[in-house]
T-cell receptor, first 116, second 111 residues
Framework: GAGVSQSPRYKVAKRGQDVALRCDPISGHVSLFWYQQALGQGPEFLTYFQNEAQLDKSGLPSDRFFAERPEGSVSTLKIQRTQQEDSAVYLC??????????????FGQGTRLTVV | GQNIDQPTEMTATEGAIVQINCTYQ??????LFWYQQHAGEAPTFLSY????GLEEKGRFSSFLSRSKGYSYLLLKELQMKDSASYLCAVRDNTGGFKTIFGAGTRLFVKA
């Protein structure tokens, strides 16, 4: 596709329910990032993949959060036993390469998760 | 760790110039980005600095001083459509190349 695609755009989950958020990065992009953005705040880093390798997951807020990118393309962010504090927009971004180049990240439209 | 500070809100007048400052602390600096984010939309790339100095791109310019841990985004000839949040982001190469964002500066452009 032409850009980063995320699905679903909106998700309402009951507290305790498991959810899976999907990200289709731009084809050929090596790096993939997940961010959590609360209302009125900047994106908070969750995790980072280089191809299929998860190089950094230091931002995942708890062990209920899990991300994978098994074939180095599509990624899934899974949240188990959702809590109200998980309500936020989850943004996925991809970039072509890593390193010192101007490798701007392209963001998807995000998934707005509301836990009720 | 990383720490990025920028003002929460700014207001400016259409046609004027506004400067949005950003200070940062990071252990492995590998470039600084500015993104624009309209309400309810995804962030979009504006500029990138990795060396000291000024980068100009149309109405937008970005400046970096690595020794001071300081950057600014300069917007000229402000238009109403420039009302948005402006996110300062620093790429850190400690254990990878993750990009950390500040909380953003909400800019209101008034007529």
């Amino acid at each position: 596709g032409a850009g980063v695609s995320q699905s679903p755009r909106y998700k309402v989950a009951k507290r305790g329910q498991d959810v899976a958020l999907r990200c289709d990065p731009i084809s050929g992009h090596v790096s993939l990032f997940w961010y959590q953005q609360a209302l009125g705040q900047g994106p908070e880093f969750l995790t980072y993949f280089q191809n299929e390798a998860q190089l950094d997951k230091s931002g995942l807020p708890s062990d209920r959060f899990f991300a994978e990118r098994p074939e180095g393309s599509v990624s899934t962010l899974k949240i188990q036993r959702t809590q109200q504090e998980d309500s936020a927009v989850y943004l996925c971004a991809s970039s072509l390469t890593t390193g010192t180049m101007n490798t701007e990240a392209f963001f998807g439209q995000g998934t707005r998760l509301t836990v009720v | 760790g990383q720490n990025i500070d920028q003002p929460t809100e700014m207001t400016a007048t259409e046609g004027a110039i506004v400067q949005i400052n950003c200070t940062y602390q990071t252990s492995g600096f590998n470039g600084l980005f500015w993104y624009q984010q309209h309400a309810g939309e995804a962030p979009t790339f504006l500029s990138y600095n990795v060396l000291d100095g000024l980068e100009e791109k149309g109405r937008f310019s970005s400046f970096l001083s690595r020794s001071k841990g300081y950057s600014y985004l300069l917007l000229k000839e402000l238009q109403m459509k420039d009302s948005a949040s402006y996110l300062c982001a620093v790429r850190d190469n400690t254990g990878g190349f993750k990009t950390i964002f500040g909380a953003g500066t909400r800019l209101f452009v008034k007529a």
